[in-house]
């Protein structure tokens, strides 16, 4: 059930042989209601892939579900509405039968279009039965403003009237997107976007399940789960949700940013695409990072800063290794602290600061960046004294390092220090064992010093960095 990989469908073709199967017909509210209701009580994980909402978002829409409403899920930008709504058709029976060739994918038990009810009651049992995936079950819109009532609901269909229909045979009607996924879920995603008008004809869609076209009013009992996606600031800013439509909803679920910071570094780990080693440590930093910027007063938290920033970030200081190795001919590709600053130079543009702030962008993010590396090399070193090492930058050892620097050329120039472990010691806080994993925790080690001001550090705008 948690899985769109498909099996074979049943072998069965016809009406009659499928009523000899037994089985028995339910709708999409009470597919999602069972199957929910059975995962749950095996213990089985109904939402794989999601993180950070098992105690917040999760519990309120699975209520929303039990109870058959439809949902719409409000949160900021990057919060992961899209992805939950997409895996809501895993909740779907694997397999359902259709009326073959069916317009809207009725059920052999329950034809609700003029075709298929004149189909039905001309062939009976030999009514021919085709399989349809819960994959195929799951309609999704992004919500336009040049959407229009025939792409959701419906139009006149000119090549039908041209075939000898008349304008009064209900069968000249196109249908859209929701009476198209009759019998499975249809997810518009940023409906404050979709025009007013528009979000009136999905009401009697929604309620009455009536469909009205140009003056057609056609009573078609669809068995629709409808979810949305919005922005809470769309209500005010690009548009709005109509009340009406508001009320026809019967669930609204607030979604969030990760809540702790074993939350934002799954979520990166799990959305990334890394060409290269990236460290606990780094992930960390950048974890940190895109708090710090949810929680500073110059950014601008109406927009919001995305879960895709963080993963963009980490993405972006793996690409720096890999240019690195390559360029440099290094064995392997690992990101060190040296890639964090390539961060600022691409992404500054995915955030949005608050207009007092406009011309500051740079520093402000140069400070919460420091800030962040400071904080994790506080919470992986502490309790490891690094005084030798400043001791021995004191008597004029100097460490040179930078974006084109090989690991071995930096673990080549660190200085002697006598019998002790303290390299072993700052290499095991960071589980580094191969020379790029070495020299990034070499280079945590020096920066955290340097933030904290016990030595020296001289970067040119290439990123070439001596710390002395």
Same mark, same amino acid.
């Given at each position: ?10 072998? %069965? ?33 109904? /939402? ?68 298929? %009810? ?12 085709? /399989? ?15 959407? &229009? ?46 025009? $007013? ?50 009320? #026809? ?18 979520? %990166? ?27 500073? &007063? ?16 980490? $993405? ?35 955030? $949005?600061?608050? &207009? ?86 070499? $280079? ?8 904290? #001001? ?15």
């Amino acid at each position: 059930m948690t899985s769109l990989d498909r099996t074979d469908p049943p072998a %069965i073709n016809t009406l009659g042989q499928l009523r000899a199967s037994g089985h028995e017909h339910r709708s999409v509210r009470q597919e999602l209601r069972a199957n929910l209701l059975a995962a749950l009580a095996s213990g089985e994980d109904p /939402w794989p892939g999601i993180q950070g909402f098992d105690d917040t978002v999760l519990p309120q829409l699975e209520r929303a579900l039990l109870a058959g409403h439809d949902v719409v899920l409000l949160g900021e930008r990057g919060q992961g509405k899209t992805r939950l709504l997409r895996t809501l058709p895993l909740l779907l029976d694997e397999w359902t039968p259709v009326i073959e060739g069916a317009e809207l994918g009725e059920h052999p038990y329950d034809p609700i279009t003029t075709e298929s %009810i004149r189909r039905a009651t001309e062939l009976g049992d030999d009514l021919p039965v085709a /399989w349809r995936h819960r994959s195929e079950r799951y309609a999704e819109k992004l919500a336009t403003p040049d959407t &229009s009532v025939a792409d959701l609901v419906g139009d006149v269909d000119p090549m039908k009237v041209a075939q000898g229909r008349s304008l009064g045979d209900p069968e000249t009607i196109h249908f859209g997107l929701i009476p198209r996924a009759h019998r499975g879920i249809v997810a518009i995603n940023e409906l404050p976007d979709l025009a $007013e008008r528009i979000q009136v004809a999905m009401l009697n869609v929604m309620e009455e399940k009536d469909i009205q076209i140009r003056g057609y009013l056609l009573r078609l009992p669809l068995d629709v789960l409808v979810v949305a996606s919005a922005n809470p600031e769309d209500y005010t800013n690009r548009g709005r949700i109509i009340t009406p439509l508001k009320d #026809r909803f019967g669930a609204q679920v607030r979604t969030h940013y990760p809540l702790d910071l074993a939350g934002e570094v799954a979520v %990166i780990e799990q959305e990334s695409n890394f060409v290269a080693e990236v460290s606990a440590s780094v992930l960390e930093v950048i974890a940190r990072f895109t708090r710090a910027l949810r929680e500073s &007063s110059a950014v601008d938290q109406r927009s919001g800063v995305s879960a895709r920033f963080a993963i963009a970030a980490a $993405e972006t200081v793996a690409a720096g290794a890999l240019h690195r190795a390559t360029v440099t001919g290094e064995g392997t590709a690992v990101a060190r602290v040296v890639d964090l600053p390539d961060v600022l130079d691409v992404l500054t543009g995915k955030v $949005e600061f608050e &207009s007092g702030h406009e011309g500051r962008e740079r520093p402000v993010l140069e400070h919460l960046l420091r800030t962040s590396i400071a904080d994790t090399v506080r919470g992986t070193l502490a309790g490891v004294d690094l005084g030798l090492l400043v001791a021995a930058i004191q008597d004029g050892a100097q460490i040179e390092t930078g974006p084109r620097t090989p690991a071995d050329e930096v673990l080549a120039q660190l200085p002697a220090i006598g019998e002790s472990d303290l390299y072993d010691q700052i290499d095991g806080r960071l589980e580094a064992t191969s020379p790029g994993e070495r020299a990034n925790a070499i $280079e945590f080690a020096l920066e955290g010093l340097y933030l904290a #001001r016990r030595i020296g550090k001289d970067a040119d705008e290439t990123g070439h960095t001596t710390y002395g």
